[in-house]
């Protein structure tokens, strides 16, 4: 096992992966821009060294300052969480050329599984569905034919994209012109790579992915999946374990094909595979393997009472799993919700300043992950998230009322924030039936509206 790790990131998934390091008896290195000298995260760490100037260009993508900051420290292994450098296959190689070892996948799985349109041809090879695609399309002319061939609508993804970045929906000829460009525009700025590929689009299906672990001895397991339907812009709000729409029969069927999609690759460490699920016909189709932890992926924990962090620890350090498949089962539902520092009222635009007061929920079946505390401050530098509201009940029905309790209960100042968003949700009748898909939002615009009406919250 690992005497010491450095922690490549910022925020509460840094103070996540510090205590479970803790819990194993890890001593861990914290990382941090000028800007969060005062964060909570440095002061949880063991040892904390600054590695550059607010922007992320210069301080948490800033490779070499990292691999420097680990070295000094004398940490044996780097833990990049999610976004940053976690699918950056240059720093993991650099990780391995300094003898440090990256805790996720090997740099050669995460440039195959990032390359969109590579992955699925790999994946389909290996049996596992997938929807009409293309392959890279250079040109309109080539885009245009293809979307002849499979009708409209249609989706442009960047073929090094991700997290829901880099895609545009055409219904018709004209405004896949129109897209063709931009969407090439978008991918280079995002993903430095302006290659796009070609799926049908299928608005009114499920966004279900579920959880690999895989060790270094050819063992892999699933842990069932999450529904992550409820999207803006195709970017995930609330996230939930189990999926109501799966059954034990489909939840092992869809954890099969999973499972067969990460061997096709030899995949090692911990990994979300998702999937689009048409609920009414009980199929499924391949959208992308994600290697690295989830945002989301505390609904799994709560479920399946299991730390996937220490999970990809013990996975980096050569350790074997110690379960069997036959034995993991979900007990509960869990949900979670991206609080995060936005302005529903004014397109979710994000917002700043510093936090002046503070109470965070909490009593039975909630859990808080979070970076915040009383006086700090919140920057423009980095991404929106504040914290994750996770619950968990026996019930569905549970689970949403902990959870509405729980935000009634989040109390904070300083910045404008989409509770009052989310709360809305979690009180739509449509939610509550889990009568949901991708294309929720979109049809409950009303949400949005509620969301600009000030709330009265009454006095504790």
Same mark, same amino acid.
């Given at each position: 096992?690992?005497?010491? =790790?450095?922690?490549?990131?910022?925020?509460? =998934?840094?103070?996540?992966?510090?205590?479970?390091?803790?819990?194993?008896?890890?001593?861990?290195?914290?990382?941090?821009?000028?800007?969060?000298?005062?964060?909570?995260?440095?002061?949880?760490?063991?040892?904390?060294?600054?590695?550059?100037?607010?922007?992320?260009?210069?301080?948490?993508?800033?490779?070499?300052?990292?691999?420097?900051?680990?070295?000094?420290? $004398?940490?044996?292994?780097?833990?990049?969480?999610?976004? %940053?450098?976690?699918?950056?296959?240059? %720093?993991?190689?650099?990780?391995?050329?300094?003898?440090? &070892?990256? =805790? !996720?996948?090997?740099?050669?799985?995460?440039?195959?599984?990032?390359?969109?349109?590579?992955?699925?041809?790999?994946? /389909?090879?290996?049996?596992?569905?997938?929807?009409?695609?293309?392959?890279?399309?250079?040109?309109?002319?080539?885009?245009?034919?293809?979307?002849?061939?499979?009708?409209?609508?249609?989706?442009?993804?960047?073929?090094?994209? !991700?997290? $829901?970045?880099?895609?545009?929906?055409?219904?018709?000829?004209?405004?896949?012109? #129109?897209?063709?460009?931009?969407? &090439?525009?978008?991918?280079?700025?995002?993903?430095?790579?302006?290659?796009?590929?070609?799926?049908?689009?299928?608005?009114?299906?499920?966004?279900?992915?579920? #959880?690999?672990?895989?060790?270094?001895?050819?063992?892999?397991?699933?842990?069932?999946?999450?529904?992550?339907?409820?999207?803006?812009?195709? #970017?995930?709000?609330?996230?939930?374990?189990?999926?109501?729409?799966?059954?034990?029969?489909?939840?092992?069927?869809?954890?099969?094909?999973?499972?067969?999609?990460?061997?096709?690759?030899? +995949?090692?460490?911990?990994?979300?595979?998702?999937? *689009?699920?048409?609920?009414?016909?009980?199929?499924? +189709?391949?959208?992308?393997?994600?290697?690295?932890?989830?945002?989301?992926?505390?609904?799994?924990?709560?479920?399946?009472?299991?730390? @996937?962090?220490?999970?990809?620890?013990?996975?980096?350090?050569?350790?074997?799993? /110690? +379960? &069997?498949?036959?034995?993991?089962?979900?007990? $509960?539902?869990?949900?979670?919700?991206?609080?995060?520092?936005?302005?529903?009222?004014?397109?979710?635009?994000?917002?700043?300043?510093?936090?002046?007061?503070?109470?965070?929920?909490?009593?039975?079946?909630?859990?808080?992950?979070?970076? @915040?505390?009383?006086?700090?401050?919140?920057?423009?530098?980095?991404?929106?998230? *504040?914290?994750?509201?996770?619950? &968990?009940?026996?019930?569905?029905?549970?689970?949403?009322?902990?959870?509405?309790?729980? @935000?009634?209960?989040?109390?904070?100042? !300083?910045?404008?924030?989409?509770?009052?968003? @989310?709360?809305?949700?979690?009180?739509?009748?449509? %939610?509550?039936?889990?009568?949901?898909?991708?294309? +929720? *939002? /979109?049809?409950?615009?009303? *949400?949005?509206?509620?969301?600009?009406?000030?709330?009265?919250?009454?006095?504790?």
């Amino acid at each position: 096992m690992f005497n010491k =790790i450095l922690i490549a990131n910022r925020g509460e =998934i840094a103070l996540r992966i510090m205590r479970a390091c803790r819990e194993m008896g890890i001593g861990t290195v914290a990382i941090y821009s000028e800007v969060d000298r005062d964060s909570l995260h440095v002061r949880t760490a063991d040892e904390a060294i600054c590695v550059g100037p607010p922007p992320a260009r210069d301080s948490y993508l800033n490779e070499v300052n990292i691999i420097g900051a680990a070295l000094i420290t $004398g940490a044996e292994a780097i833990h990049p969480g999610y976004g %940053f450098l976690a699918e950056n296959t240059r %720093f993991v190689e650099i990780c391995e050329s300094h003898g440090l &070892k990256f =805790i !996720g996948p090997s740099a050669d799985i995460i440039a195959l599984m990032g390359n969109k349109a590579k992955a699925r041809l790999v994946v /389909e090879k290996a049996g596992v569905p997938v929807l009409p695609g293309s392959g890279i399309v250079e040109d309109e002319k080539e885009a245009l034919f293809f979307a002849r061939e499979v009708g409209f609508p249609v989706i442009l993804k960047a073929s090094g994209g !991700g997290g $829901g970045k880099g895609m545009r929906v055409a219904n018709d000829y004209d405004e896949l012109k #129109q897209l063709f460009n931009i969407a &090439k525009l978008e991918a280079k700025s995002f993903f430095n790579d302006d290659r796009i590929y070609i799926e049908k689009y299928m608005p009114h299906l499920r966004h279900v992915e579920v #959880q690999v672990v895989c060790d270094e001895f050819g063992n892999a397991v699933h842990f069932g999946e999450r529904d992550c339907s409820v999207q803006r812009r195709h #970017q995930k709000i609330v996230e939930e374990a189990p999926c109501i729409a799966v059954d034990l029969e489909l939840r092992n069927f869809m954890g099969d094909m999973a499972l067969r999609a990460a061997r096709a690759v030899d +995949y090692k460490n911990v990994g979300t595979v998702e999937f *689009l699920l048409d609920e009414e016909k009980r199929e499924f +189709y391949f959208i992308e393997m994600n290697t690295r932890i989830q945002v989301e992926h505390p609904v799994t924990e709560m479920v399946y009472n299991i730390d @996937l962090i220490k999970e990809m620890i013990r996975v980096a350090a050569g350790m074997k799993l /110690e +379960y &069997k498949q036959r034995d993991i089962m979900p007990e $509960g539902h869990s949900l979670e919700c991206r609080v995060n520092a936005e302005d529903a009222a004014s397109h979710f635009s994000p917002s700043s300043g510093k936090i002046t007061m503070l109470d965070l929920p909490g009593g039975p079946g909630i859990r808080v992950d979070t970076h @915040l505390f009383q006086g700090c401050v919140i920057t423009p530098f980095y991404d929106s998230l *504040l914290a994750k509201v996770i619950s &968990k009940g026996a019930t569905r029905e549970e689970a949403i009322h902990r959870m509405s309790r729980a @935000l009634r209960e989040f109390r904070i100042e !300083g910045v404008v924030t989409n509770i009052n968003f @989310l709360r809305r949700i979690l009180n739509d009748a449509f %939610f509550a039936q889990g009568d949901i898909n991708t294309s +929720y *939002l /979109e049809k409950n615009q009303i *949400l949005f509206e509620f969301a600009k009406v000030p709330e009265v919250v009454p006095a504790y």
